[in-house]
């Protein structure tokens, strides 16, 4: 009998080794992000995205990293990652790491609770000991890949380059006037418009209160410059007249983020406004526009400047 029992229980050894070590078992991890699914798809079909989330790419230096779009792949020292299976929503990865390799698939579903947002699904065959004990290093990666995603779309300025956020408009009374001008004539023009409203503010006892905001649109050779003085006091203005008495909708919403660098590149924070607009299902409620926070109006275009920089939405 003690026999059999050795026998036996030999036999339940091999066999539970056998499931521990080679039986294949699914494994699905999960995020939310705040994104319809298409543009969570962008991050798992671009090989140019997965580099700036994907372990251990995004924590290397980008001039290491050789991203071949003709052959679907990304290399970096013992790294490869090879990209198949591509749709609008999902891909696999196929990940490489000096002679171990694994093939991980990636989905962006939508959120049925919330249409503003989407699941990204992670998926992966393993075994039940590197389930519950030791996650091989291409799996280890891949999970925390999944955390860096998330990371990376919840961040605004991993994602846009910039900290957006959302905030509401100011009790906020204006005066404002407009002019085009040749591009080349920008600072000068930008000059006289500004000293004409705080002129204007001085002679009709406005109350000018330091605030000066600022947008231009570029048609060709052309610049329209729109530029605005915030005042104390509520005016009266024709509609023919060049200084325009303005009140900005108290409570309204605003997306605004703060930017200093070079006066030229505040195009950037625009785009990366509309952008955010865009992603997150936004609607335009008027033109974006910059609050000078430095001193002065008629910057050089390599100057470095000082300004928050908002775009009314709703």
Known sequence: MKKIFYIALAILILLFGYYLFFVPVKINKQIQVPFSMYKSGEQLNSLQQITKWNIPFSTMDTTGINVDKKNYSITSGDYHLLLSDIT??????????????????WKALLDSANGNTSIIHLTYTSTPFRKWFQKNKLEEDAEKSLD????????????YGFEIEKTTVEDTTLLFTRQTCAINE??????????????????????????RLYYTVVNGN??????????????????????QF??????KNLLVTNYQGPFMDTKKVYRALEAFKTDHNLLSMAIPYAKIMSDGYDFEDNQVVQLKIYYPVF
Request: no cysteine; glycine share 4%; net charge positive.
């Open 88 to 105: 609008p929503y999902s891909s696999s990865f196929k990940t490489k790491y000096k002679n171990k390799e694994q093939l991980f698939s």
């Open 148 to 159: 860096n995603l998330k990371d990376y779309m919840s961040e605004s300025k991993r994602f």
């Open 186 to 211: 920008r600072q000068a023009v930008t000059k006289t418009m500004f000293e004409k409203l705080i002129n204007y503010a001085a002679a009709k006892n406005a109350g000018y209160n330091g605030t």
């Open 222 to 243: 052309e610049i329209t410059i729109f530029a605005s003085i915030g005042i104390s006091n509520v005016l009266e203005t024709s509609e023919n007249e060049e200084v």
């Open 246 to 251: 303005k009140r900005m909708p108290f409570g």
